[in-house]
């Protein structure tokens, strides 16, 4: 512990990512005994008031599949509404668990670590609700699932139409689904194998078969190690271009389209930079909660929550100028309708949604150019809340106000939320924390072993930990 | 769901597979979620045998999806039953068309209805009819639905309860018998021109000399006939020749659209309109009127007035004229436009034509008549024609009933059609004089608010169902043939009176019959039955033109004797485009058409100009307390731009109370505040409520917003540049990433539309409507931006916001040969066919909406809802067994009625397989469109119409620059100014 | 630290996923056969309310389809007849025979025969049987030898991809339109050579897009 | 060297427990230098080095999942082709039957998946995952492999394998608990 302290002293600019007096044991000890010990009271409230908004976003869904899309919003002109915007919205929000653990990764960033799992697991969850609204937007969700994947048809000898964007998103959006499961899961074994051991050293018969099956009889032997690394290195390469491709091709629905405000080649990169905005200030929000409760605090140290908003207010940059290129090229083309859409954007009838866009993600980031609201959480943790907001009316502001004012005066409309609209949305928020809440729950919520690969090695703090265990 | 099996297909009772699955048959059983079950799994519901060998997997989704879908996966046994003798000339599955009239205002239109096996399913104009020439109205279109309306008078019934006929005629020939004279005995009969009628009728009244025959419409040309009366000195009917006249002036006759009768005069003008090559000439339109109609919007110069103002710009036109000077002091404020449209006038005199409509009152009418002699178009674009005999202003006749009912000198009452409680003037208060009368009988195809006022209220039977005959305007006579068994227990007019004053002839086909067929020349039978298939009986003589010359004193001293236009705000009544007088207030798709001016559905509304609502402080949707001397209505205040200011309009037919599921409670009874002597109009005063009142508009914005959408210029532009259209907007030349599909092999489809003559009626909503199976959805959901019509006609206003010009654009699906919603639709439910339609494949749709997204034209509609589950098997009746009805969760949208296109490749194909003919296949909205502005056919062939117009300089494709290349183009719309207003 | 699984554990698993992988595939194949619309939709053979045999009347006695069946060559439908068309001949023909006399009630009466519909096509498909017939396509290819079925069972799937097979290459079912009714017609040389030289001279082209059979 | 000893079948090996990661290397280089070849080290998380001081081979996932790959690549080709303009040609807003363009997005997805199954799938199958049952875990201080101690076994049939001197071996480089254990 002597050379971590001289360290800490030594390195204000680059504190170390693990702190006080911790050792491997300790790291185990402090990850592991989170599910080990006996469930906290408050835990189960959280779950029960989470599990029942799940449980409203099961009884929308049914009133939706029984009467039809009718009991939403949706209308002609506006065809695609907070379905559609909710779908990109949450795709969005799981885009910056892979990019913390493949991109971060891949650079090397060592401070990924204690916040890779936790992304990942909101990446899943995440990807979860998104899936739902592409189902059920139809309507009549089992038509979808039989038709929209490429199986044989000997009845009709119909096939798909691979042309159509959303047909892409259909592979997409399952393959992202798919392999983050995959990273995740392959992330996990060593620690699952870890908690196996604790338990069968506790003989805690359940824990014991649970994770012993779960991890496979994984024994960290040194020439597993070499395939494992390779492996995750592999699936972090793969994740990534794959992370870009899943937003580049939901941004392809729209880009696609000849739908004045839709129509954009600027999309693909506007969209992921989006994505990754929202993705980390959802983590950041998960985050700052979880160390709270949890108190990982020397685990998620300043450093890890100060990187995250330097980030987030770089993307938040890049999603300002991408705001004002679409702007200036809408003047710029010359063209009547590109024109209208964006005037109309900005003042139209649904101007109040586009001014909460422009200062929740343009304006709000702009604070953490100084380091000490970048360092204070309580600033973080509203400025993280608002820029999942701004990051939610922008996909509504490019859908609805595109949609309901296109070429023709004649067919322009205007689209107004019904209750369901509203429960649905806000039942998948529920689906998402229960997801979230089991995880930090029962698994390791920080990848132990990867942990510890970054502390510096060395006799000396092996010393008191006892062979005995 | 599918094809509807000729000989009448059933489930059978028994169906249900209660050997297995027995501890599910509660759930299974219940109807409704086994009908929700077969909609929503058809494959499974049809696919899957009786075997328990063969499980498959549907059976195992719907298993998944629901237990009870199990008893769905099964094959519902079907039976088939045919006739037990066969039937001539029937061939089950083929539709048959018949002949028959349409009665409105007592003025028959032909009509051609198609039948699929022994069920009217589509009303279509009788080319043979001189007042059709094949078109039909939308209001003739709609009454199919009247047919099979559920709510229907359907039995006899005395005070509220069912009866029997033999119950009726026990009790009314004994009745009848014991009427002596029949001093105590009043017919009030709804007008009609039908001479088997009036036969019974003679009879009727030579059989009970002492009882009086009154015939009361609330939608009735009087004005008109009165003012010849006044005029000539006689009762005569005025017809107008649209087509020949090259200068028109109307004073607020709606002649385009509700105050005609029949589409004739659209006919008319149109083709005067019509303008091919730019050499071409056009009619020149000028309109004062109060409210904004379909004519004014046609109108090159358009003059909004009050109506009590009319009159003075008639005067002052004849003394522009020359005539002599009936206006004692009254100056007009339009002198400029009134001398311009006079020179206009003179310069074609002979060729011109002024009219007034028949809200404005008789001495109007007559002056009128001075005007067109001053002008010489008495005899060439005026004739006038003599009326029945005996002719008196029906509003007196009803005045006088009034009078009668009160002093009691009426006990037996005969009600012959209509529905006079609701449409009489209210201070006649008819309702409480019926219920004094000892016996008043009522014979309505509605079971509506005067059935609920007279002892006995009997069925009548819709003119589809039973023997008739009527006039056309010119006296062609018109035979009204059933196309279908009376559905429930009606009777006819006739038929009625027949059995009440014993005419000779009792069942309605030996009356109608025995009223032609001595008359018949030649081979008396042959000559019936070409009566029959015609529809007209051509031997019968028309009504001769009287040649009279109008007496100019008379004229003036009623003029003088005009009273005068009270103070305070005018409140004019009209005929609405939706409910008419009321009686189509239950008929679904005329409450869903909208208003083509104000796009108004399910409503009716208090318009207003801009600057009266702003000096009234209201807006629309504010809802308004409207008073006519002592009489109030609710009526929800619309702004409509180019609304005479100071003056209000308000359509009747609506706020019935009695009526059924459809009408009831819809809109505001306008007739609350109709008096007689403010019959069509009259000064009344407007109040604020502070209420709200939702109105559902199908089109939100009336602004072009500067975009090359409808290209227009006028006639003179036109013959300088007649391809302006094509210089609207820039289309630079245009080409595709890849190698681009050709459509050259066989017909290639396309449409013209021609902005020129098209006057937005909604005739081709309606026929569209009723030719695709396409549902009614409602007020609220239009109110959501639902509604399902394939084609909707645009309405912009342009220029002056306070005076503007209107142009309609119809707008159906593009059919693009590049089509933008083809190629985003995941799983290739819209494709293209080979003769170039964009094609939609119902049963393939999942239903993402992403092709309506990226229709520029957003002309897709898709079925938020299950908008059929309400309609009753009766109403059933009324669908095209040849097109799906489409479930909820699909897109549809215009096919080029598709289905038509396949009958007539078969039907060519089996003809020796010869290619399908120009003009053998006609669209639903082409067939029946009065004005002829739309024009379906093959591109492809040169020869075709299509073509020619296509080649036409004024054609161009809306938003062609998106390189979607639409097959449906239109031909610019052209107005004809007068330099001199210029 | 003590063993979690016994010693086997780990070859068992192998084993028992290999078996479970077995089991899959051979199941999914079975389970495509079943579910394949040949085996699904052929075989229905409803009872029929009168024990009418075509195997007597088309083919031992050789009566012509259109005898019956009038409106196959003029119409979308080819009618079942009427009662009337049986009492042509039976009111002399065998009329005491138990079957015949429900024939002969339904006559007296009027009350239609309520024959059990055979053959239903998948939902929002429009059939023509004059395009069919008047093109040459026999009743043999969608209905079978009729003319040998003494209760008439479906024997084509009527699937849409069976439809389509033969829109695509029609030549193999086109034959002289005046033989379509002769349902044991066999040619003296390959009908495929026939039905190409048919195809040839009527220009015949079966669609293949949605509209050729659903509106 | 002689080859007295009997090696017993039962036994799996000789695992000796180090504190860090140092320890164990310099204790798998020992046992390099003594010229054992057959051994393998159970840590808490992969130790940098150790293969190179083990003397093992490079891994081959990398051949395996370009083989995934490519097969996804291919396979994705060939559905949008096939469906496109073999199995049910239609024309589909003016556009070819079948162009890369269009195609290029699934190809590639169809590319990542079948990349990844190939990855986790192989390594499953390199390290014979699962293996539930395995001799290491009879060594009494096992759990702390996944903790925060550092094994090193020397398997029984290694050539050079002696009960006693290759205990001594581990005990000598620096081993707190070294045991043999039984297969």
Sequence with gaps: MADLALQQQLDPVNPPLVLGERDYHGITKDVAQIGEGKTPKQWYIAIGITASITGILGLMLLYLVVNGIGVWGNNSPVGWAWDITNFVFWIGIGHAGTLISAILFLFRQKWRTSINRAAEAMTLFAVACAAIYPLFHTGRPWRAVYWLFPFPNPALDMWQNFRSPLMWDVFAVSTYGTVSALFWFVGLIPDLATLRDRAIANNDKLRSYIFGTLSLGWRGSAKAWKHYELAYMILAGLSTPLVLSVHTIVSFDFATSILPGWHTTIFPPYFVAGAIFSGFAMVMTLMVISRWALNLQHLITMKHLENMNKIMLATGTVVGYAYATEMFIAYYSGNMYERFAFYNRAFGPYWWAYWTMVSCNVLVPQIFWFKKLRLNIPVMFVASLLINVGMWFERFVIIATSLHRDYLPGSWGYFRPTPVDMLTFFGTFGLFLTLFLAFVRFLPMIAISEVKGIMPHGKAHAAHSEVAH | MSSVDPTLVQLSPNSEPRKYWRSLDELANTPKFRDWLHREFPESASELVDDKSRRTMLKLMAASFGLAGLTACRRPEQKILPQSKGIEDYIPGKPQFYATAYTQGGVASGLLVECHDGRPTKIEGNPRHGYSLGSASAFAQASLLNLYDPDRAKYPMKEGVRMKWDDFTVFAQPHFAGLGQGQDLRFLVEPSSSPSLAAVKQHALSKYPGAKWIEYEPLNRDEAIAGAQIAFGQPLEVHHQFEKAEVILSLDFDFLGLDSPTILPVKQFSNARRVESKEDHMSRLYVVEPSYTVTGGMADHRLRSRAADVRTVAAELLKQLGGLTVLNGATTPHGRWIAAAAKDLKAHAGKSLVVAGPRQPAAVHALVALINQQLGNLGQTVTYTKVADGWRPQLEQLKELAADLAAGRVKTLVILGGNPVYTAPTDLALADKFKQVPVSILLSEQDNETAAVVKWALPETHYLETWGDALAADGTPTVQQPMIEPLYEGKSKSELLALLTGYKDKRPYDIVRNQWFASLPGDKEKAWRKALHDGIVESAPKAAPVSATPNAQKVSEAFAALKPAGQGTEVNFFASAGAYDGRFSNNAWMQEAPEPMTKLTWDNAALLSPATAKQLGVESGDLLEIAVGGAKTPMPALIQPGHADNSISISLGYGRTRVGRVGNGVGHNAGAVRTSDAFWFGSGSVAKTGRKYPLSHTQEHFSMEGRPIVREATLEHFHHHPDFAKHAVHVPKLFSLYDEHTYEKGAQWGMVIDLNTCIGCNACVVACQSENNIPVVGKDQVARGREMHWIRLDRYYSNDPNDPQVVTHPMACQQCESAPCEVVCPVAATVHSPEGLNEMAYNRCVGTRYCANNCPYKVRRFNFLEYHKDITEVGKMAHNPDVSVRMRGVMEKCNYCVQRIQEARIAAKADGRRPIRDGEVKTACMQTCPADAIVFGNINDPESRISKLRKQDANYGVLEELNTRPRTTYLAKLRNPNPELA | ?215 | MSTAVVKDPQLYGVIGNFDSPDDLLDAVRAARAEGYTKMDAFTPFPIHGIDEAMGEKRSPLGYIVLCCGSVGLLGAFLLQWWTGSVAYPLVIGGKPLFSVEPSIPIMFELTVLLSAFGTVLGMFHLNRLPTFYHSAFNYSKFGGATDDRFLLVIERTDPLFHPEKTVALLDSAGSRHTELVEA
């Design chain 3, 1 to 215: 630290m003590s063993q979690l699984f016994p010693r086997l554990t780990d070859k068992v698993l192998r084993i028992a996923l290999g078996v479970v992988g077995l089991m899959a595939v051979t199941g999914g194949g079975v389970a495509a056969y079943l579910l394949h619309p040949e085996q699904v939709d052929t075989g229905y053979t409803p009872k029929q309310p009168i024990a009418y045999s075509h195997k007597l009347h088309a083919g031992d006695l050789g009566i012509d389809c259109l005898y019956c069946h009038t409106s196959v060559d003029k119409a979308a439908f080819a009618a079942v007849p009427a009662t009337e068309t049986c009492m042509n001949c039976h009111d002399r023909v065998k009329p005491q025979h138990p079957e015949i006399i429900k024939i002969r009630e339904s006559y007296a009466t009027g009350n239609p025969i309520p024959w059990v519909k055979v053959h239903k096509l998948p939902d929002y498909a429009y059939f023509n049987h004059q395009a069919h017939v008047t093109a040459g396509v026999s009743c043999v290819s969608c209905h079978g030898r009729i003319d040998q079925m003494i209760e008439v069972k479906q024997v084509e799937p009527l699937s849409m991809a069976w439809c389509l097979n033969c829109h695509r290459n029609p030549a193999a079912s086109i034959r002289p339109a005046e033989l379509v009714t002769k349902l044991s017609w066999k040619p003296d040389r390959d009908p495929a050579e026939i039905g190409r030289e048919i195809i040839a001279a009527k220009n015949i082209h079966p669609p293949t897009n949605c509209s050729g059979c659903h509106r």
